[in-house]
């Protein structure tokens, strides 16, 4: 029987964009990788990594978590109907980006994904109108 040799790719600091994507696009094709594997053991470090070069690049304002889901919109080039094909609501969308409703969890948890936010900066409170 032929050795196996471990094919995983060694990952280090995330120092640029290019290294963000190849990291990122990996974290994507592990993401459901079953616990105690080398993937599964992979995917935390691309985690770790990942979380880190973002907390480094991307200064957030200080801004309430509405205005900062509309500041990153703008940055992707995105639309509402691009958050309602993630989120599935247009209507609910629209309430929310003009603080008629709050942010639901699967809101947060699906935003910050889409929109490479820190769940942290999307449960801040603020205000809602009317």
């Known amino acids: 029987m032929p050795k196996q040799f471990n094919t ?50 991307w200064n957030l304002p200080e801004v309430d978590p509405i205005e900062l889901i509309k500041i990153r919109m703008e940055d992707f080039g995105l639309k509402l109907t691009d958050l309602a094909k993630e989120y599935g609501d247009k209507g609910t969308i629209s309430k929310v980006l003009n603080y008629k409703q709050a942010l639901s969890l699967t809101m947060i948890r699906k935003f910050s994904e889409l929109l490479h936010i820190p769940v942290e900066a999307l449960t801040k409170e603020y205000e809602l109108k009317g």
């Open 8 to 57: 995983m790719k060694q990952w280090f600091l995330i120092e640029n964009e290019k290294e963000y994507q190849e990291a990122t696009n990996r974290y994507e094709e592990i993401h459901n990788s079953k616990k105690g594997t080398t993937e599964h053991k992979e995917k935390l470090l691309l985690a770790l990594l990942i979380n880190q070069y973002e907390q480094n690049q």
